[in-house]
Structures are given as structure tokens and as C-alpha cells.
């Protein structure tokens, strides 16, 4: 029996958590999987009401669940930062979710905005470093609001964090078995601190993995080449900072943010699931934003619960309802509603 927190979250985030929850429900059927889930109000609503961010009880709380299941966070009346600090990246660092493991797959009858490109060159997978480097968010003012100000904003980048994130590279490099080929995506030639120590650690643990091919990139040619050259990737591993910059470049060549799913991962501890997409505010309520992204969150879900086959049911019944029956994966131009799409992939299952 899993414990699977739900975390709805702002703007459409309660519309597309709704589709997943859906699907869960049935994939979840289908394979005799017993679950219970426990609603979480996080989220601007509640901030703007109460002040609140992640009251200590929800904390522990969560820390009792598999998995969380989060659907966005992010409220057009909240000044940027308070919620993102106060929820999404204050519930990532909490629970050491050192991983932001994100694939970058394009299914069969999606559209890519990459000429001559399809599903045989678009697929790949990003492994992100979720606590440290400049999300850390060190740094001062010097003489703030003064002439000569200055502002500093630190990498933080530790020994342990570094291993522990390109070591799971390698691993799932090896036990993903594509092209077996790790690429690590930096910026060696400027941050040469930080990336001093990414290269060297990089270095020292591929010598336990002969069987996986290295190679460096830097994070401005990732940038490139995942748009000339996807094919070239099977894993990269990098930073905090550049693996969110280049997952957004990811989540478009594999058709948009309404498909793009990740897991923030602890392998030893509580991970959690979410559309990478935002709370799209202007969207909100109005039926039309795509349920895609957070069903395939659902489907990381199950996969790290080892529920794989049904992971693996609910990605064919995804990619059935993209190659036959969408007409874009876009908000408003689908043909069929959110809660549609949902009914769909149920249907297909
Ligand atoms: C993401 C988002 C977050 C991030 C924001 C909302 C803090 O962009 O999950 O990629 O920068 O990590
Ligand atoms: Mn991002």
C-alpha cells in the first residue's frame, strides 16, 4: 500500500494533477497496485490567506510518503521567489532530492520544431544536480541601492553532492543500456573553480565504469547541439543552474512543456514527481492546458515505486493518444479538453 502525497499546487496545476490522479487510478487497477493519497493545500492560495509556505507538520508529514506528486507552483499575485524558494526548492533541498532526472523523448506524432528530426533522434535524458551550485542560494550586497553596488550570487558546489549526483549518471547511464554514453555539460573554459571539481570527480568515478563511453561538452555548445545534433545524446549530467536552462531547450524539441515530466529524486529518501512546466496562470480553469506532462510524472512515479510494468502501460497509452488522436500538444489546440486528454489515455490503457 503507497502513501502518495498530492501536492495540486497554483493556476493549472489542480486541472492537470486531476488527469494524473485519473490515470493513477486506473493503471493503477488494471495492476493491482493499492495506494492512498493525501492532498496537500500548498501553494499561493494558502500563502496569501495564512502566510504560509510548508508548515512544519505538512513536513513531516511528507516525509512519511513514497512519493509526492506535485502539479505547479508559482502565483501571479506572490512576487517571484517567495513561493518557489518557500515550496518547490525548499521541499527539494528538505528531502534531499539531489537528482532532477529529466528525459527528453519524442514520441511518435509530435510535432518538433527540429526539421528531419523524429522519435529515433530525440531521446535522451538529463540528470540534473537539484541541491547545490547557485540555487543554493548564497550571496550578498555590497552598498545595496548605492552607486558602487555590488551583488554576488555563489556556486556552492561540495565534493559529496558533486559524486553523489555524477555517480548516479553513471549508473543509470549503465542501466538504461541506450548508447551507454554519459556526457558531462559544463563550462570548464570560464567557471574554473567549480568546474574543476565537476571535471575531476567526473574523471575519477568513470574509471569504475569502463563500460561507459565520456565525453565533455560545454553547457553553450549542449545548447547547440541539442538542437542540430540531438541524436549525439544518451546522458548528461550537469549543474543545477544548467540543467534547468537546457531542460527547457529539451522540453521543446520533445514537443513542448505539456509533455515534459520529472522526477526530483532521493534514491535513499522521499522523491517527488512533477510536470516541469509552470502554474500557466492565464490558462487556469479553463479546461484547455495539457495533462500530458504530470500523467508521464505519474508514470516516473510508478516506475521509481518499481511499479514498471505499469509505467510502462501508462507511456504506451500516452504515446497511442499522441500519435493518433492529438492534433497538437499545445494548450487550446489539442482537439479534445484537459479532462479529455485524460479520459483518453484512461481509455487506451
Ligand atoms: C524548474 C523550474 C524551477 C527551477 C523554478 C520554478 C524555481 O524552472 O523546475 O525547472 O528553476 O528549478
Ligand atoms: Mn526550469
Not at 194 to 205: G, I, K, P, Y
Not at 229 to 234: A, G, I, L, M, V
Not at 277 to 293: E, F, H, Q, R
Request: proline share 4%; charged share 25%; hydrophobic share 40%.
Amino acid at each position: 500500500m503507497y502513501r502518495i502525497a498530492v501536492i495540486p499546487g497554483d493556476g493549472t496545476g489542480p486541472e492537470v494533477i486531476a488527469e494524473g490522479l485519473k490515470v493513477l487510478e486506473a493503471v493503477a487497477t488494471a495492476h493491482s497496485i493499492r495506494y492512498e493519497t493525501v492532498v496537500y493545500d500548498l501553494g499561493g492560495e494558502r500563502y496569501l490567506k495564512t502566510g504560509e509556505l510548508v508548515p512544519d507538520s505538512v513536513v513531516n508529514e511528507l516525509a512519511d510518503a513514497d512519493a509526492i506528486y506535485l502539479g505547479a507552483i508559482g502565483h501571479p499575485d506572490v512576487k517571484p521567489g517567495i513561493l518557489e524558494q518557500g515550496i518547490l526548492l525548499n521541499l527539494r533541498f528538505h528531502f534531499e532530492q539531489y537528482i532532477n532526472l529529466r528525459p527528453v523523448k519524442l514520441y511518435p506524432g509530435v510535432w518538433t520544431p527540429l526539421k528531419d528530426k523524429g522519435p529515433e533522434d530525440i531521446d535522451f535524458v538529463v540528470v540534473r544536480e537539484n541541491t547545490e551550485g547557485l540555487y543554493k542560494g548564497l550571496g550578498e550586497f555590497h552598498n545595496k541601492g548605492g552607486e558602487d553596488e555590488i551583488a554576488l550570487q555563489i556556486s556552492h558546489n561540495t565534493r559529496k553532492g558533486v559524486e553523489r549526483c555524477i555517480r548516479f549518471a553513471f549508473e543509470y547511464t549503465r542501466k538504461r543500456n541506450r548508447d551507454k554514453k554519459l556526457t558531462l555539460c559544463g563550462k570548464t573554459n570560464v567557471l574554473t573553480y567549480a568546474w574543476d571539481l565537476w571535471d575531476r570527480v567526473f574523471h575519477e568515478v568513470a574509471k569504475e565504469y569502463p563500460d561507459v563511453a565520456t565525453n565533455y561538452v560545454n553547457v553553450d555548445a549542449t545548447c547547440m547541439w541539442m538542437i542540430k545534433n540531438p541524436e549525439w545524446f544518451d546522458v548528461i549530467v550537469t549543474d543545477n543552474l544548467f540543467g534547468d536552462i537546457i531542460t527547457d531547450v529539451g522540453a521543446m524539441i520533445q514537443g513542448g512543456m505539456g509533455i515534459a515530466a520529472g522526477g526530483n529524486i532521493n534514491p535513499e529518501g522521499v522523491s517527488m514527481f512533477e510536470p516541469i512546466g509552470g502554474s500557466a496562470p492565464k490558462y487556469t480553469g479553463m479546461n484547455v492546458i495539457n495533462p500530458l506532462a504530470a500523467i508521464c510524472a505519474a508514470g516516473m512515479m510508478l516506475e521509481y515505486l518499481g511499479e514498471e510494468k505499469a509505467a510502462k502501460a501508462l507511456e504506451t497509452s500516452v504515446i497511442k493518444v499522441t500519435s493518433e488522436r492529438l492534433k497538437s500538444l499545445s494548450a487550446g489546440k489539442m482537439g479534445y479538453s484537459t479532462s479529455e486528454v485524460g479520459d483518453l489515455v484512461v481509455d487506451n490503457l
